[in-house]
């Protein structure tokens, strides 16, 4: 097991008593983080310290899950045994839900989790609230086309003179520029909205306090519960839910093949994660509110409904502005930073749901360059095989059966939903 500490003090960090130590402090030097957000979110205003603490823990777990090395990939993904020590407000209220806690994120991670709480530092500054306009709805914004599509419909179905707020997150710089633009679209598309952007760069450094450097593991898994708890700090002077827009389909993350059990799988949106996500949050007093609007949609059916409140022109040119590509890595291999490849599992879902939506797609994709200069990067990360044999059948009930569905979800309609959803990337494969 390794252990790690995430603290705002530099005294603290400078005990040891740790494998590895994360220092987040905007004010010092040695601070284990790049990033404008302060440890105490002052910039999203006055945050619940609740929000603030779970703001703390998804970062020392993104932390964490980026600092051990995993023992291998694909079928031979390994579960790592992690314990993490965080600093928050009330340390008896979140450890009396530690174990809970270590459940969902390990659902998240395919990990085991140990936590601990000590008590933080209150801001030696007082923090003010924000002059601007409580927002009506807060939504995720990563820059993929779902939640591309749930910000343009939260801001169409709100009426003029409502305040939409959305959330962007990032690591990759290539991802910035599509978040931006996106949000130009949006006003565009809805006037008589405010929409208020809020973009996040929050990372770890490559180089810990002393100077060495971290260990590096590629897998990110955990980085949505960072999202999701910067989503929720935003969102909580509202008091109303964050939304993150996700089809059903990649929701329920029905595996393509052993291949698809580790690194390439994600269950950030998860109908389990985040009904367990919300009960363990209400538990600590956290605001956890969080909905997925397109969570009985296909990919397909979101593009369609975006169709319909725009026109398919519209839709065509906006939708295709987004990126869905999990690679980000395609500029070392000499093509432009945010390059769509067109073979992974997100561009073709994308491919798919175009074509299944009648709306056109203008996305240059790598596969289609005609050159052959990045054949090697396209081959490298092309699943089409394994799509092609995940769809040469309907999903059987047995497929559902695995999906660790909650209580509430009906089995049938989770079958339902991976039927259409395989029926639109069968029909774009054929």
């Known amino acids: 097991m390794t252990s790690f ?7 603290v960090a400078a005990a040891g008593g740790y494998d590895e130590i994360f220092l987040w402090s905007k004010s010092s030097a040695l601070s284990t983080f790049r990033s404008p957000l302060d440890e105490h979110l002052g910039t999203f205003g006055i945050v619940r310290q609740e929000n603030i603490d779970l703001v703390r823990l998804a970062l020392g777990v993104f932390s964490a899950d980026r600092s051990v090395r ?33 459940s969902v994120i390990g659902f998240l ?15 030696s500054v007082a923090l003010m609230e924000l002059d601007e306009p409580t927002p009506d709805r807060t939504v995720l914004l990563s820059g993929g ?11 169409l179905r709100l009426p003029a003179g409502s305040t939409l707020q959305l959330v962007s997150q990032f690591s990759a710089t290539s991802i910035s520029p599509f978040q931006k633009d996106l949000v130009a ?54 008091g109303g839910p964050l939304y993150i827009p996700e089809n059903g389909f990649a929701s329920l993350n029905p595996a393509l093949g052993p291949e698809r059990r580790g690194a390439l799988s994600t269950h950030t949106t998860h109908p389990r994660f985040l009904v367990e996500l919300q009960e363990a949050l209400s538990k600590v007093g956290a605001h956890g509110l969080i909905e997925n609007p397109f969570q009985a949609l296909t990919k397909g059916e979101i593009f369609a409904n975006v169709a319909s409140l725009v026109g398919a022109d519209e839709a065509s040119a906006y939708l295709s502005a987004s990126n869905s590509c999990a690679h980000t890595d395609a500029r070392y291999s000499g093509v432009a930073p945010g390059s769509s490849c067109g073979v992974c599992f997100g561009c073709l879902v994308r491919r798919a749901s175009f074509h299944a939506s009648g709306i056109a797609d203008t996305t240059e994709y790598l596969c289609a360059d005609a050159t052959g200069r990045v054949a090697s990067f396209v081959a490298q990360k092309s699943i089409v095989e394994a799509m092609h044999d995940f769809v040469s059948q309907d999903p059987k009930p047995r497929m559902v059966m695995t999906m660790s569905l909650p209580d509430d979800y009906p089995p049938a ?13 069968r029909a774009f494969l054929s």
Do not use: Y
């Open 145 to 155: 086309a779902d939640s591309a599509a749930g910000a343009l419909t939260a801001a």
């Open 185 to 238: 679209r949006i006003r565009t598309l809805a006037p008589g909205r405010t929409i208020c952007h809020r973009q996040i760069a929050l990372n770890r450094n490559a180089k810990r306090i002393d100077g060495t450097n971290f260990p590096l593991e590629a897998s990110s898994r955990s980085r949505s519960l960072l999202f999701l708890a910067l989503g929720l700090a935003a969102a909580q002077p509202s």
């Open 413 to 425: 309609a989770a079958l339902d939903l991976c039927k259409r959803g395989v029926s639109e990337m």
């Open 109 to 123: 991670s395919g990990d085991r989790w140990t936590f601990h709480f000590t008590q933080a530092e209150l801001p």
């Open 70 to 102: 995993r023992a291998g990939g694909g079928s031979d993904w390994n579960a790592r045994d992690i314990e993490l020590t965080v600093e928050v407000g009330e340390p008896h209220a979140w450890a009396a839900h530690a174990p809970e806690l270590a």
């Open 5 to 11: 500490l995430l603290t705002t003090s530099e005294t």
